[in-house]
């Protein structure tokens, strides 16, 4: 078999490697559910670094899964590929009457405004529904906070947010001297809250900020540990001062 542009030729040779294949034949939904989620980190690490050779790849492994996942579930008479294919195009049809309908919108806030309430009365308990509890805590609650300005609940303007903001890093700081571990966690859980929430009037996300400060820490502490590793030290045998002057080094870089 060659490799070919066409997804049915896709789905063939998943179907070949799920038959001939010891391991792809071993496989269940669950014991590769951990290597979906592996997939889609890489293809964000490769999309942050601007490798798209990269990144084609690594969606190409999601794609792999999507597939694969599929063809499994065929073999139980769950659904198959066809099926995915067909609910997804559906919900997207439908979600978006704008295109699809005689639906008129103004602009995207009333597009993501008309999504959640058309979710609603799919049976959705609530807007909030739909987040998956195991999302990276940063992210799970912009989109927590996004979900919710798209129905009304949000600061109408961001200095209000920043108030907010203040009088949680107050309650913060009185929670240090008061010295209550429980109550310490909860306020600072507040106050990163209220940051993310914040970072939406930007237009600013919170988890890809993160992520490229801790780039950029890792970059630096990295050329500490090397400037010393010249010296024959280590960062246990320095002193501040010294690796100090080695991270001002390394902003410079």
């Not at 009185?174 to 310490?184: H, P, V």
């Not at 970059?219 to 246990?236: C, G, S, Y």
Request: proline share 2%; hydrophobic share 35%.
């Amino acid at each position: 078999m060659k490799p070919t542009r066409n997804f049915e030729d896709l789905v063939e040779l998943v179907a070949i490697l799920r038959k001939e294949c010891p391991w792809d034949r071993k496989q269940t939904h669950e014991s590769i559910k951990d290597n979906l989620i592996e997939e889609a980190y890489e293809a964000i690490e490769a999309l942050d670094n601007k490798d798209y050779d990269e990144f084609k790849k690594e969606i190409g492994d999601l794609l792999l899964h999507v597939v694969f996942h599929s063809k499994m579930a065929s073999e139980t008479e769950t659904f198959d590929i066809g099926d995915v294919i067909y609910t997804l195009m559906e919900k997207l049809i439908r979600r978006h009457p704008h295109v699809f309908g005689d639906t008129e919108v103004d602009g995207e806030e009333q597009v993501s405004e008309n999504w959640e309430n058309i979710k609603l009365k799919e049976g959705k308990k609530s807007t909030l529904d739909g987040l998956p509890v195991h999302l990276p805590a940063l992210i799970r609650a912009q989109r927590m906070q996004e979900k919710a300005a798209n129905v009304g609940f949000d600061w109408p303007a961001w200095k209000l947010a920043w108030e907010k903001l203040d009088e949680e890093l107050q309650e913060f700081r009185q929670a240090l001297e008061n010295g209550n571990q429980e109550e310490l966690s909860d306020e600072f859980g507040d106050v990163l809250f209220s940051l993310v929430n914040v970072s939406r009037y930007f237009d600013l996300n919170a988890e890809d900020s993160l992520r490229q400060t801790n780039s950029k820490f890792e970059q630096r502490f990295r050329h500490i540990e090397k400037r010393l590793k010249e010296k024959d030290k280590t960062v246990k045998d320095s002193t501040l001062e010294e690796m100090d002057q080695f991270w001002e080094e390394a902003k410079k870089l």
